[in-house]
């Protein structure tokens, strides 16, 4: 995984893609590659591996993206959806990082705030992934369905 040219060129495509299509193209985001699992221990309802993280950088607007082995197993199953969500959403944690940093709702615990950070995020990852197109008959904007 490390050093397999291809996978790396398509995570880095599909993390500039989102970039790109969520207004950040402006932000300098790195990927690192990093070969051990780990266990998501952020949701207890999960008995998953972490499949990639992000670390954002307001002041500097720099991100680093931390790609490991369950993206990895997605791109040998050729499951490029899965890698595409896994990257777009961590992309669009970019985008919900200010918000994140100027909430303050001491009647909220820890972990609501995180699952309204999480669900914004993920919201913004799919609006980012849809193609939507001008239908001049109804003249309204139309999304298409996710693309699985
Ligand atoms: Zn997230």
Redesign the pocket.
């Known amino acids: 995984m490390l050093t397999h040219i291809p996978f790396k060129k398509c995570c880095n495509d599909l993390v500039f893609e989102a970039a790109r299509k969520m207004g950040v193209s402006h932000w300098k985001i790195g990927l690192t590659y990093v070969n051990q699992d780990k266990k998501d221990t952020e949701h207890e309802s999960y008995d998953d591996f972490v499949a990639a993280?992000?670390c954002v950088d307001r002041r500097y607007t720099t991100a680093t993206v931390k790609v490991r082995p369950p993206v990895w197993r997605m791109w040998l199953k050729k499951d490029f959806a899965g890698m595409k969500t896994t990257l777009f959403?961590?992309t669009?944690?970019i985008c919900t990082q200010h918000m994140i940093d100027l909430i303050d709702l001491p009647y909220k615990t820890e972990d609501e705030i995180k699952d309204a950070?999480?669900s914004l995020?993920?919201l913004i990852s799919r609006i980012a992934q849809q193609d939507f197109c001008y239908n001049v008959e109804d003249k309204k904007i139309a999304f298409n369905k996710l693309k699985k």
């Open positions: 993280s992000i959403h961590e669009a944690h950070w999480e995020t993920e």
